[in-house]
């Protein structure tokens, strides 16, 4: 059996990273666990309390508040106590419509002004070209939108109890195989594969 160097040590997981992941997930998870103990008002005045205390992980953990969590926020607390107020679960089940739909109007509206604002929030992992940073843009506005007349379906036509797990256990997964299925995309795009390329053709 090999022996282990001694001056090697098991890789750790990055604790930003999962401060991130408890951070994206934990409002949903405290949504439906408050949902299923009591009912859709208690499971909106728990996820607004969850949404306060991710952006104030946000910031004493990673450092910052990203937009796209600002803007969460501010949806969940302004869509949450209309819903709570009017008492009206109309209104915090058409908050991820909204959401979505800005998300994608804020994407389209910047490759209009010729800026890719995924760029601005993923170019540090992704090296990719002009023309693939606007198609995976495009790409993702047009997701979104999915993503918001799929909700409106679901909640307009379907139980609560549906939508609320449709929410929690619908999205995520769809949007993390949407993700995958970019992986074509990402890969003919990069910026590496393409200077690889044009080294190859001018040989």
Request: some cysteine; proline content about 4%; aromatic content about 12%.
């Amino acid at each position: 059996m090999a022996e282990q160097n001694p001056t090697e040590t098991p890789a750790k997981a990055d604790p930003r990273q999962i401060w991130k992941i408890v951070i994206d997930l934990g409002p949903l998870l405290v949504f439906f666990g408050a949902y299923v103990l009591g009912d859709i008002y208690w499971a909106t005045g728990m996820l607004m309390a969850a949404m306060l205390l991710s952006v104030v992980a946000a910031r004493l953990v990673l450092g910052h508040v990203s937009p796209a969590l600002i803007a969460t926020t501010l949806l969940v607390e302004g869509f949450g106590a209309m819903t709570l107020w009017l008492h009206d679960p109309s209104f915090i089940k058409m908050k991820p419509t909204i959401i979505n739909l800005i998300f994608a109007v804020v994407l389209l509206g910047g490759l209009a002004m010729g800026k890719s604002f995924l760029k601005l929030l993923l170019g540090e992992a992704l090296h990719l070209t002009d023309q693939g940073w606007r198609l995976l843009t495009m790409r993702w506005a047009f997701f979104f939108v999915g993503l918001a007349v799929l909700n409106e379906v679901v909640w307009r036509n379907l139980s609560e109890a549906t939508w609320a797990s449709f929410k929690v256990f619908g999205i995520l997964p769809l949007t993390m195989v949407f993700f995958a299925c970019q992986w074509g995309l990402i890969r003919r795009h990069s910026l590496q594969v393409v200077e690889e390329s044009d080294k190859s053709a001018n040989q």
